[in-house]
C-alpha cells in the first residue's frame, strides 16, 4: 500500500478551508441527494403512496419472510421434506428441509434492533436495509475521492445509487446490510493507515461475512493484496479486514451446528436448489437467453436478462479500465530503493526480494485496484458458478463493488453506463412490487 493510497474520511479536496457543517455537507449531502433521486424512482414505480411507502410489507417478498421467522423463532430444519417445500420436477432423494438456507447475521441485526427499539421485527429489517444503503453511498463517495474530476466523481455516485439490482437495496434483505460490511471493510483496508482502525475493518468483514455467502471473496482478494505490499503494518491493515470476513463465514458454520446439528446445513440445504459447481459460463448463457429468445408474453426474463448484460458490461468496463491503466503504468509510482546493504543475509535477501516484487507490482497496478478488481470479478462469479434456481439477478447488486474502478473515466463517457442502469432499473422495480421477483 502506498502512502497515497492512504485518504482521510474527508479527502482533501473537500476539507480544505470552510467550516465544520460545510465539511460535514460534503461528505453526507451527495450520498443522501444520490439516494433521495434513486428512491424517488422507486416510488414512483411502485403501486403504493402515502403511508405505504413506509410500510415492511411493501419490501416484504419471498426470502423477507425467511429472514423474519428466524429473527424472531431461530432455525431449524428436517429431513421429512413436504412436497410443497421442494422445487418442482425434484428427483427422488434425501433433502434437508427448513430455513439453514439463509445466513444468520441479518436476521440477527433484525433481532437486535427490534429489542432496542421494541420496533417489530419485519419494520427492524426495513430500517437496516434503508439505513445501510445510505452508508453504501456514503462509503462508495469516499472511495471514489481519487476521481478524475468532481463530475466523475458524481457520475459513479448515480451509477452506484442505480447500479443492477437497486430495488433489493431498501427491501428486507440483506443486500444492503453486506454491501455496507464489505465496503466498509475495504475502506479500512485500503483507505486508512492507523493499524488500529483495522479492527473496525475486522468487524464489517464479519458482519458482511456472516449476512451473505458473496462477500467471502473479500477475504482472498485482501489476501491476494497483501502479497504485493511492504511486510509489516501495512500488512496487518489488510489481513485484519480479511480474517473478519473469513470469520464471519465460519460463524454460520458453528451457527448451523449449534441449531440443527449441522455445520453443512447450508450447503445441504441449497443442494435440493441444484446450487452448487457449475459451468460460470453455462449459467451465464442460460440467465442471458432471455434476449435472444424474446417472448412477449414474459417480458420479465427480458428485463432480467439485460439486467444481466449489463452487469457484465460493467464488470469487462472496470476490468478493462484496470488493465489498461496497469499496462500504462501508474504515474508518480516509485521503485523501491533496495541496496547491497538489504542482502547483507538471507532473510534479507528474501525481504529484498519481496520489496522488489511488491515495487515492480505497484509501479502498474495500486493496492487499491488490485483489490477492487478481485473482489468485483470474485463476486460476480460467485452466482454464476452455484447456478441451480439461484436469483442471480438479486446477487447482481453485490457487483457494485465495481464502480469505484470507473473513477479515471470522463463524465461523458460514463453518461453511457449511467443511463443504462437508471433505464434497468426503471423496468425492474415494477416486478419486484407485483411479486415476479424472488
Known amino acids: 500500500m502506498t502512502d497515497t493510497d492512504a485518504v482521510p474520511l474527508t479527502d482533501v479536496r473537500d476539507s480544505e478551508g470552510g467550516s465544520t457543517l460545510r465539511r460535514l455537507m460534503s461528505l453526507f449531502g451527495p450520498p443522501f441527494v444520490a439516494m433521495a433521486v434513486a428512491w424517488a424512482t422507486i416510488v414512483y414505480r411502485s403501486p403504493y403512496s402515502g403511508w405505504d411507502l413506509f410500510s415492511p410489507s411493501s419490501f416484504a417478498r419471498w426470502d423477507s419472510g425467511q429472514y423474519a421467522r428466524i429473527a424472531r423463532l431461530g432455525y431449524h430444519a428436517s429431513w421429512n421434506c413436504h412436497a410443497k417445500t421442494l422445487p418442482l420436477h425434484m428427483p427422488p432423494g434425501d433433502y434437508l428441509c427448513g430455513n439453514t438456507g439463509w445466513f444468520p447475521g441479518y436476521p440477527a441485526a433484525m433481532r437486535v434492533v427490534s429489542s432496542i427499539t421494541s420496533m417489530s421485527v419485519s419494520t427492524a429489517g426495513l430500517v437496516i436495509s434503508w439505513v ?93 493484496t497483501s502479497l504485493v505490499v511492504p511486510r509489516g503494518r501495512r500488512t496487518l491493515q489488510l489481513l485484519i479486514p480479511a480474517l473478519g470476513a473469513a470469520a464471519g463465514f465460519g460463524a454460520v458454520l458453528i451457527t448451523m451446528k449449534h441449531a440443527v446439528g449441522l455445520w453443512n446445513a447450508y450447503f445441504l440445504s441449497a443442494h435440493k436448489y441444484n446450487v452448487g459447481a457449475h459451468q460460470p459460463i453455462e449459467t451465464l448463457i442460460n440467465r442471458m437467453v432471455g434476449i435472444w429468445k424474446y417472448n412477449p408474453r414474459n417480458w420479465r426474463l427480458t428485463t432480467t436478462a439485460s439486467q444481466t448484460a449489463l452487469t457484465l458490461f460493467l464488470v469487462v468496463l472496470a476490468a478493462l479500465v484496470t488493465i489498461g491503466s496497469a499496462i500504462a503504468g501508474r504515474r508518480g509510482a516509485v521503485a523501491s530503493r533496495v541496496g547491497a546493504a538489504d542482502t547483507d543475509a538471507s532473510g534479507e535477501v528474501a525481504r529484498s526480494m519481496h520489496r522488489r516484487f511488491a515495487a515492480a507490482v505497484q509501479a502498474r497496478i495500486s493496492p487499491f485496484d488490485l483489490t477492487f478488481l478481485a473482489t468485483t470479478i470474485g463476486i460476480w462469479l460467485v452466482p454464476y458458478i452455484a447456478g441451480g434456481a439461484a436469483s442471480t439477478y438479486r446477487s447482481e447488486a453485490f457487483v457494485i463493488v465495481s464502480v469505484p474502478l470507473l473513477r479515471r473515466l470522463p463524465p461523458w463517457l460514463l453518461a453511457v453506463p449511467l443511463v443504462a442502469v437508471v433505464v434497468v432499473s426503471w423496468h425492474m422495480s415494477p416486478y419486484f412490487f407485483n411479486n415476479q421477483l424472488v
Not at 446490510?177 to 475495504?186: E, K, N, Q, S, Y
Open 132 to 224: 445501510c444503503w445510505y452508508v453504501v453511498l456514503v462509503l462508495m463517495w469516499q472511495l471514489l475521492s481519487t476521481a478524475r474530476s468532481v463530475p466523475t466523481r458524481w457520475m459513479c455516485l448515480l451509477i452506484a445509487a442505480f447500479f443492477p439490482g437497486q430495488i433489493y437495496y431498501p427491501a428486507i434483505f440483506p443486500i444492503s446490510l453486506t454491501v455496507a460490511g464489505i465496503l466498509g471493510c475495504l475502506y479500512v483496508a485500503l483507505r486508512t493507515s492507523k493499524t488500529t482502525l483495522a479492527w473496525v475493518g475486522f468487524v464489517a468483514g464479519f458482519v458482511a461475512g456472516n449476512s451473505y455467502i458473496t462477500a467471502i471473496v473479500v477475504a482472498p482478494a485482501l489476501l491476494i
